[in-house]
């Protein structure tokens, strides 16, 4: 094998396959990239066989083949050569040397035939969605989902197909995070399937907020997105989702309404002085002012107060700060709305005039 490519149209793909592969392995090749070189392209797939990213970039290819290579030593080769740079690469016997400039890199290589490919069953629903969409679906939901819970179908985001749109859902059973966007999708029936967490992450790193269509295709088993020159395929959470409607309180009297920036500086202030371990504080919703209130085991107190669009009865309740922190980096509006009945209830959040989105945080006793 031997081709050339320049650092210019190599660098853009490698990040996009390289987020995939784990810097701790089971198998030493999961930590290499297969590169495929035929005609005038360079295909590269990387995968933890949990999920698998394919990406490729025109190449000058005089000897077709394949083989597999380091993948964060060849990335790291790769961002720290000057712009421009020509890269080739030669497969000599069990090694590859890659030359750029004046630089020459001998790297192991591992045979390709052994790289492990994931098999995976997409013949089932699919559909098309903007990139920018999808985007800010998953930025108003991943945050919420657990990471390692022993409630596996935690780890993992909720998405549900259905003629009139896409909903989302992320709890990992303190909070939820649920979004719906209306589109006019052509499916059949509802589908809903669990996206692994680690897929989500990195399907949300890659997606930018352009009008380019990412195609959608779920299998039994398994998803696909394809958007560009990237295709991503994962497998899904085996698992039944809780029923999230009913964990979303439905009859909370008590509403109030502050302004989102105000609230977000004020939680940054106070959480200063709040318990390391815990994080956290209290708010008290009075009439016309809110009042945030922290302390911790150093007997240190913190206290703030916020205009507040709020006329019942006082009521103090207990928050963890980054909950509450991710609900208003999620929420895009300028004003939040939270509905809430007492100190020992849920309550839920959302933008002003937001009804797509809900935010159900659980109280924190303190």
Same mark, same amino acid.
């Given at each position: 094998?031997?081709?050339?490519?320049?650092?210019?149209?190599l660098?853009?793909?490698?990040?996009?396959?390289?987020?995939?592969?784990?810097r701790?392995?089971?198998?030493p090749?999961?930590?290499?990239?297969?590169?495929s070189a035929?005609?005038?392209? /360079?295909?590269?797939?990387?995968?933890?066989?949990?999920?698998?990213?394919?990406t490729?970039?025109?190449?000058?290819?005089?000897?077709?083949?394949e083989?597999?290579?380091?993948?964060?030593?060849?990335?790291?080769?790769?961002?720290?050569l000057?712009?421009?740079?020509?890269i080739?690469?030669? /497969?000599?016997?069990?090694?590859c040397?890659?030359?750029?400039?004046?630089?020459?890199?001998?790297l192991g290589?591992?045979?390709?035939?052994?790289?492990?490919?994931? !098999?995976a069953?997409?013949?089932?629903?699919?559909?098309?969605v903007?990139?920018g969409i999808?985007?800010?679906?998953?930025d108003?939901?991943?945050?919420?989902?657990a990471?390692? !819970?022993?409630?596996?179908?935690?780890?993992?985001?909720?998405l549900e197909?259905?003629?009139s749109?896409?909903?989302?859902?992320?709890?990992?059973g303190?909070?939820?995070?649920?979004?719906h966007?209306?589109?006019?999708?052509?499916v059949p029936e509802r589908?809903?399937v669990?996206?692994?967490?680690?897929?989500i992450?990195?399907l949300? %790193?890659?997606?930018?907020?352009?009008?380019?269509?990412?195609?959608?295709?779920?299998?039994p088993?398994?998803?696909?997105?394809a958007?560009?020159?990237?295709?991503m395929?994962?497998?899904?959470?085996?698992?039944?989702?809780p029923?999230y409607?009913?964990?979303?309180p439905?009859?909370l009297?008590k509403?109030? %309404?502050?302004?989102? !920036?105000?609230?977000?500086?004020?939680?940054?202030?106070?959480?200063?002085?709040?318990?390391?371990?815990?994080r956290g504080?209290r708010l008290?919703?009075?009439e016309?002012?809110?009042?945030?209130?922290?302390?911790?085991p150093?007997?240190?107190?913190?206290?703030?107060?916020?205009?507040?669009?709020?006329?019942?009865?006082?009521?103090?309740?207990?928050?963890?700060?980054?909950?509450l922190?991710?609900?208003? =980096?999620?929420?895009?509006?300028t004003?939040?709305?939270?509905?809430f009945s007492?100190? =020992?209830?849920?309550?839920?959040?959302?933008g002003?005039?937001?009804?797509?989105?809900?935010?159900?945080?659980?109280?924190?006793?303190?």
């Open positions: 094998m031997e081709l050339v490519v320049n650092r210019e149209r660098l853009p793909v490698l990040s996009k396959v390289v987020g995939v592969v784990e701790r392995q089971t198998l090749i999961l930590g290499n990239l297969l590169l035929r005609e005038d392209r /360079l295909d590269i797939c990387g995968t933890d066989l949990e999920v698998e990213v394919r490729s970039c025109s190449a000058s290819v005089p000897g077709e083949g083989t597999t290579l380091p993948a964060r030593k060849l990335m790291d080769i790769c961002r720290n000057t712009e421009g740079t020509e080739r690469f030669r /497969l000599n016997n069990e090694r040397v890659v030359t750029a400039g004046r630089g020459r890199f001998t290589v591992l045979p390709a035939a052994d790289f492990p490919l994931m !098999d069953d997409i013949e089932g629903v699919e559909v098309k903007p990139e999808l985007r800010q679906i998953l108003k939901t991943s945050f919420a989902m990471q390692q !819970d022993v409630r596996y179908y935690l780890n993992g985001l909720l197909w259905e003629r749109g896409i909903t989302a859902v992320g709890t990992d303190h909070r939820l995070a649920k979004f966007r209306s589109l006019d999708l052509d589908v809903q669990i996206v692994p967490s680690k897929t992450l990195e949300r %790193r890659q997606l930018s907020s352009t009008d380019e269509e990412v195609s959608v295709s779920v299998g088993r398994s998803i696909r997105l958007v560009g020159g990237m295709v395929t994962s497998k899904l959470v085996d698992g039944r989702y029923e409607e009913r964990v979303i439905r009859e009297e509403v109030a %309404r502050v302004s989102n !920036d105000a609230l977000k500086r004020a939680l940054a202030r106070t959480s200063i002085l709040s318990n390391e371990k815990y504080v008290a919703f009075e016309g002012v809110l009042r945030l209130q922290a302390h911790n150093e007997q240190e107190e913190a206290e703030e107060e916020i205009e507040l669009d709020y006329s019942g009865e006082s009521v103090a309740i207990g928050f963890n700060v980054a909950y922190s991710d609900v208003l =980096g999620a929420v895009e509006g004003e939040i709305e939270v509905r007492d100190a =020992g209830s849920s309550s839920v959040w959302r002003v005039g937001a009804e797509d989105e809900t935010y159900v945080v659980m109280p924190m006793r303190l």
